[in-house]
């Protein structure tokens, strides 16, 4: 999600699976070949953000507050209108991406969205205790590296980071003051949307739309548009002199020719709805690129219709084209035409698709809920900031960052365990604190707390029942000595 205004993310986005098995080596030495090879080369290693616990915070420090909404959690420790503003203007492009692509046809994760909100003196604290732990730990040689004849850091913070997996999206943000533009969703977003829907959407439809989203565009402060339609031409020509030569031009330096510039014929729907391609072997770039065309020219006529009935015959042949092979019949079910008369109705349609923009939506036509900010108690805060931690380890494991992951796992543990410690046995608490145990390897501690969250009835995280599975069936396994399992286990 790209966010601007007084929020920003400004660097990295990772995307990663949440159900593979996670890299078990987290006692890697933290200083591998390669970050010394980047220490001699004057570069600097820029790790995630390293959550502050709250003993590490400021005294007097504005606590965290929280709001929930279906699909959403906040926990921030910005002030009361910035992270409204906030919640507002992200529920405000949810809803607008849904009246182009309804929620029935995205991927719904199972977990909200968590967005942690920090200020810029908190970003600090952050960055000082990393810091302070790698000098520590690497001596002097981790803050002095001379790049030109100037000091410089060897490890530096990125603190606004965005992390998505096959069950929910996390991001950290640091509040700036400077940017006062509108909050975007990505293309990448869009794009998961429409890639990881079960069942999975038709390509010719995944394609399109996600073209057709990255076109959109404000046409004014209060409306969303998309461009009008591009169309390829080709040169006709005719000799002079012949009958009814209207419309036609002097080709330049040859009076003999007349020409002009006709449309290029619309691809077959049959064949536009079989790939870009269609359904043939891989061909040119030209090819591609009518394909998408159409496709743009298709869904301008679709959202050009006032009465939305094009849209809901779209939505109804998406969907059941998931379920069944599409079909001339299940098309003209839906349309209320067979393909060659939607050709030609495509075909009549392009000279007005190629006159101006078209409004998809007033903006104000977006009704915002009603939202309210709690302080957040421990147990939410630690739920949400360790399950973060978790996914920066599984991000950190997958590459270069890998040596570092046992200091990001012993925060994990801190913060998740002191709740617990405290008596608490929260069912969402509980799957996190078996999910960090089960990552790092732990497999006893980890089956004693997803068996406890699992037994709530209350938790629908994928992961949770995958890796109980996982370490029931190794148990298993093991107890077998080769021999099979029986029916009853």
């Given amino acids: 999600m ?20 996670f890299v078990r080596s987290i006692n890697a030495d933290p200083k591998s070949d390669q970050q ?70 995205q991927f719904e994760h199972p977990v909200p969205t968590a967005i942690i909100l920090i200020t810029p003196d908190m970003e600090k604290t952050m960055s000082s205790e990393v810091l302070k732990i790698m000098e520590s730990q690497d001596g002097e040689r981790s803050s002095r590296v001379t790049a030109g004849g100037r000091e410089t850091s060897f490890y530096a913070m990125v603190p606004q980071v965005n992390f998505t997996d096959s069950e929910s999206t996390a991001t950290m943000l ?16 869009v794009l998961n949307a429409l890639q990881r829907r079960t069942p999975s959407l038709p390509y010719w439809f995944q394609s399109n739309m996600f073209s057709f989203y990255q076109q959109i565009r404000w046409s004014d402060r209060d409306a969303l548009a998309i461009p009008s339609v591009y169309w390829p031409t080709v040169r006709v020509y005719v000799t002079a002199g012949t009958p009814n030569p209207k419309g036609y031009k002097v080709l330049k330096d040859d009076s003999d020719k ?17 790939g870009p391609f269609g359904g043939e072997q891989p061909g040119s770039q030209y090819q591609l690129d009518l394909w998408h065309y159409e496709g ?6 679709v959202f050009a219709d006032e009465t939305h009935a ?38 009549d349609y392009l000279p007005q698709a190629q006159k101006a923009p078209l409004n998809l939506l007033k903006v104000d036509s977006v009704a915002i809920p009603g939202l309210h900010l709690i302080n957040a108690d421990p147990v939410t805060r630690a739920r949400i900031q360790g399950d973060f931690v978790l996914k920066e380890m599984r991000y950190m494991a997958k590459g270069p960052l890998i040596s570092y992951v046992p200091l990001y796992a012993a ?20 799957s996190v604190i078996g999910l960090y145990y089960a990552y790092t390897g732990k497999d006893d501690e980890a089956s004693a707390f997803l068996q406890e969250a699992v037994k709530s009835h209350v938790v629908v995280r994928p992961s949770v029942y995958g890796e109980l599975a996982r370490i029931q069936k190794t148990a298993l396994s093991q107890s077998t000595t080769g021999k099979g399992f029986t029916s009853d286990q």
Wanted: hydrophobic share 40%.
């Fill in 2 to 21: 790209h966010l601007n205004n007084r929020l920003v993310i400004r660097v990295l986005v990772a995307a990663f699976v949440a159900l593979g098995l």
């Fill in 36 to 105: 010394l090879q980047a220490f001699r080369e004057g570069k600097t290693i820029k790790l995630p953000p390293f959550m502050v616990t709250e003993e590490n915070a400021q005294k007097g420090a504005r606590p965290w507050v929280y709001l929930s909404t279906p699909g959403l959690e906040v926990l921030s420790k910005c002030n009361d209108g910035t992270t409204l503003w906030f919640a507002e203007q992200y529920i405000q492009r949810q809803k607008e991406l849904e009246e182009i692509l309804p929620s029935s046809l």
């Fill in 174 to 189: 640091e509040q700036a003051d400077n940017d006062h533009r509108a909050i975007s969703l990505t293309t990448e977003y």
């Fill in 258 to 274: 007349l020409y002009r510039n006709e449309p290029v014929p619309l691809i077959p729907i049959r064949n536009f709805l079989a």
């Fill in 296 to 301: 743009s020219l298709f869904l301008y006529w």
């Fill in 310 to 347: 094009r849209r809901k015959a779209l939505w109804d042949f998406v969907d059941k084209s998931s379920h069944e092979l599409s079909s001339e019949a299940l098309f003209q079910q839906c349309f209320g035409m067979n393909f060659a008369d939607m050709t030609k109705e495509l075909s």
């Fill in 411 to 430: 925060k994990a543990e801190t913060i998740l365990l002191k709740p617990y410690r405290d008596g608490s046995h929260d069912p969402a608490l509980m």
